[in-house]
């Protein structure tokens, strides 16, 4: 029963370096989304994807890119990382959108830029 | 700036006891709010939601209300449980043009006390 997961679960990049966070769901959902969440802050969303082939900004975009090739991968890209992309990053899925289905979150990936 | 305040960091409550945890909203066009629950090393959990056009909804031993007009909702936990016992997040969201994010607040830490 794995749900909605991510990896790696930690990692630390140097700045300017670049990786990639998976992320993989195998509920058959619609949406996905990438979340990060600062310290004793609240999540903040990244990017999202209603379906595969497309995706749609969030609130913190910038650094960030993301492709969605099939309904069960939503990758999220870190180019040239920076101190300010120290975070826990979390992968969510659900079927049709908040208002009408359970969103599922990743256990996050923590990344830490130094 | 922050459109949904969580002004509360942490909350201890006797076991057996209410816990009321609180959330203020400045952004009037939010019309879809949200309580999730979050562990240590794992991904947010939705608990219960509720729409702009109630004013309580309620689950099991979990309720929320909302006050629309003084921008605030609550979520009652009754009885407490040791297993309560997480960060409470408040989220709220508005459907602009079909966008899907959630904007959260900062988390309350519930701790239940024996």
């Known amino acids: 029963n794995a749900g909605v997961t991510q990896t790696p679960k930690f990692r630390i990049l140097k700045i300017g370096q670049s990786m990639t966070l998976q992320c993989a769901q195998d509920m058959n959902h619609n949406y996905m989304y990438w979340y990060r969440q600062d310290p004793g802050m609240g999540l903040k969303l990244i990017y999202y994807s209603v379906g595969a082939g497309i995706t749609d900004k969030g ?20 180019e040239l990382a920076a101190p ?25 990936s923590w990344l830490t830029v130094v | 700036d922050q459109q949904v305040k969580q002004n509360s960091p942490s909350l201890s409550v006797q076991e057996g006891r209410i816990s009321i945890l609180n959330c203020d909203y400045t952004n009037s066009m939010f019309d879809y709010f949200l309580w999730y629950k979050k562990y240590p090393a794992e991904g947010p959990t939705f608990l219960i939601s509720i729409s702009s056009i109630k004013d309580k909804n309620e689950d099991g031993r979990f309720t929320v209300f909302l006050n629309k007009s003084a921008k605030h909702l609550s979520l009652h936990i009754v009885p407490s449980q040791p297993g309560d016992s997480a960060v409470y997040f408040c989220a709220a969201s508005v459907l602009i043009g079909g966008a899907d994010g959630l904007t959260f607040g900062k988390g309350t830490h519930l701790i239940i006390q024996p």
């Open chain 1, 84 to 108: 300010s992309q120290t975070s826990v990053y979390f992968c969510a899925s659900s079927l049709g959108g908040h208002r009408r289905s359970t969103i599922y979150f990743g256990e996050g």
């Open chain 1, 59 to 78: 609130e913190v975009p910038n650094g960030y890119n993301v492709s969605r090739s099939t309904t069960e991968d939503f990758p999220l890209r870190l």
